[in-house]
């Protein structure tokens, strides 16, 4: 129904500043929020940041000022460009999006595979 492909990760050296992507494709009608979770070895799921469709975007703590979020609504695609990288942000990073598939009026959540971003000199 619908599929997320993330791409951008990697192994990062501290201060680095990659970008990752997230394209969704599928039978789709709508997308509403879109955003990316991160999980670090030992630990749990942390929301990161997400945006809204009209592009209202919101972030935790640990990454306000460094991170940034955007989407391109016409190519259902959110990126998270990542700015001055410390060993902390090592993770698998998460996509996901609300979107509603065609012929439904349901709205569902749907996740990328993940990618890893590894911080390390």
């Known amino acids: 129904q619908v599929q997320l492909m993330e791409s951008g990760g990697g192994l990062v050296q501290p201060g680095g500043s990659p970008r990752l992507s997230c394209a969704a494709s599928?039978?789709?009608?709508?997308?509403?929020?879109m955003g990316w979770y991160r999980q670090a070895p030992g630990k749990g799921r942390e929301l990161v940041a997400w945006?809204?469709?009209?592009?209202?975007?919101n972030y935790a703590d640990s990454v306000k000022g460094r991170f940034t979020i955007s989407r391109d609504n016409a190519r259902n695609t959110v990126y998270l460009q990542m700015n001055s990288l410390k060993p902390e942000d090592t993770a698998v990073y998460f996509c996901?999006?609300?979107?509603?598939?065609?012929?439904?009026?349901?709205?569902?959540?749907?996740w990328g595979q993940g990618t890893q971003v590894t911080v390390s000199s």
């Open positions: 996901y999006s609300r979107a509603v598939v065609i012929g439904s009026r349901r709205e569902d959540t749907y």
């Open positions: 945006i809204t469709r009209g592009g209202t975007t």
């Open positions: 599928g039978t789709i009608s709508s997308i509403n929020d």
